[in-house]
């Protein structure tokens, strides 16, 4: 007798696992073109800072859109509660890690402040770069129309695990379709990781969607609460989801990997897996630049009763131009991230980043430690 099974149980792809075959043509690096368009907006490099508060202050939006670009603010984080956000940065950074996390949920209790909510846009339109900037559901009606009035260009909504279905009792939820006619500027919605929940949300009319549930360095929603999908396989689906819409409807909607990448590798990985652009938190927060002093906590970490989220030590590696175009002083791939790409990009033959999402990828769990035995020995 065969035994039942209660349900499929599907294998899926995460960074590590997965390797790019080269094309059947190459070219030149600088031939490639990398280029990022978000409605009428731009950008020379398909990156986005993460909307953590030791990521993306106004003025590290400022530098990451002058090298080309996009840093979100975090609309609830210490920059719209706190005057000064640096004094409470700093005491983020020095507090020992068995004390961080009851630190983390006291700071995040004081009120966001309206005005200053206007002031960081201000502060970044005042540098000559666009302007994005990020809020939960729960909080978008309330402080997405004064970011806007203050200059804001995108606005991110973004959540854990984000629908365009939410059933509550209490309230009627967020809907986006009426986000987008009112708001005036593009809508980057996340995050999800499935076909049909994406396809959902661009039925709504935003214009991007953030992909990854849980795989950030300082998320530990994995851990808590079980959820996610490995990064490979959650881009792949999402550009699906892409693909299709485009079909039905003439209209293409962004697709952006947010959260695990650690590399030149994995950049490269994410573009082949169908995405537009890559969001980054740890790695930038390793730059000079970064306001978190060598330190990364989750947005989620402040919740009252269920922390998501842990402040980890990442250390200072170098500045933000070096992290995304060089030199590299490194020989580990966290270097010259936009410098991997086009390479990654020139060995598959890829002019553009629609190109590089044709990449061939195979399933090759032993890619990063094949013949590197010697390479190892030296990293002891």
């Excluded at 935003?206 to 990064?231: D, F, H, K, Y």
């Excluded at 927060?285 to 980890?312: D, F, K």
């Amino acid at each position: 007798m065969e035994v039942p099974s209660f349900k499929h149980v599907r294998r899926t792809y995460g960074f590590d696992e997965v390797a790019l075959v080269p094309g059947g043509v190459t070219t030149n690096p600088d031939q490639t073109s990398i280029d990022f368009a978000i409605d009428a907006h731009t950008l020379a490099l398909p990156v986005l800072a993460s909307a953590m508060d030791a990521v993306v202050s106004p003025q590290f939006a400022v530098a990451l859109g002058q090298l080309g670009g996009l840093g979100v603010l975090n609309l609830e984080g210490v920059w719209t509660r706190y005057e000064d956000a640096e004094a409470i940065l700093e005491q983020i950074a020095e507090t020992p890690y068995e004390q961080v996390t009851p630190l983390l949920q006291k700071i995040y209790t004081a009120p966001i402040n309206r005005d200053l909510v206007a002031k960081r846009v201000e502060e970044i339109k005042n540098g000559g770069v666009t302007c994005s900037v990020a809020v939960t559901p729960q909080n978008t009606k309330a402080l997405a129309s004064q970011a806007v009035e203050a200059g804001a260009d995108i606005l991110v909504v973004q959540s854990t695990v984000t629908t365009a279905r939410h059933i509550s009792s209490s309230y009627r939820g967020l809907v986006f379709s009426e986000l987008v006619e009112q708001i005036g500027i593009p809508v980057l919605v996340g995050n999800c990781v499935s076909t049909s929940v994406a396809l959902e949300l661009m039925e709504t009319g935003i214009q991007g969607i953030l992909v990854g549930v849980g795989p950030g360095a300082a998320c530990t929603s994995r851990e808590v609460i079980g959820m996610g999908v490995p990064q490979v396989t959650a881009t792949m689906d999402c550009a699906a989801a892409r693909e299709e819409y485009l079909r039905r409807t003439g209209r293409y909607v962004s697709i952006i990997t947010d959260g695990g990448i650690r590399t030149g590798g994995d950049v490269c990985k994410s573009f082949a897996s169908g995405a537009d652009a890559v969001m980054l938190g740890t790695p930038l927060a390793q730059t000079v630049e970064a306001p978190g002093r060598g330190s990364n906590w989750g947005m989620a970490t402040a919740h009252p009763a269920l922390p998501r989220g842990t402040r980890i030590k990442v250390g200072t590696k170098g500045s933000l131009e070096q992290l995304l175009l060089g030199p590299s002083v490194v020989t580990d791939g966290t270097m010259n991230l936009m410098g991997a790409l086009r390479v990654g990009m020139s060995m598959a033959g890829a002019f553009t980043i629609r190109d590089m999402q044709q990449t061939e990828i195979v399933y090759a769990p032993d890619i990063k430690s094949e013949g590197k035995i010697f390479q190892r020995l030296a990293n002891r």
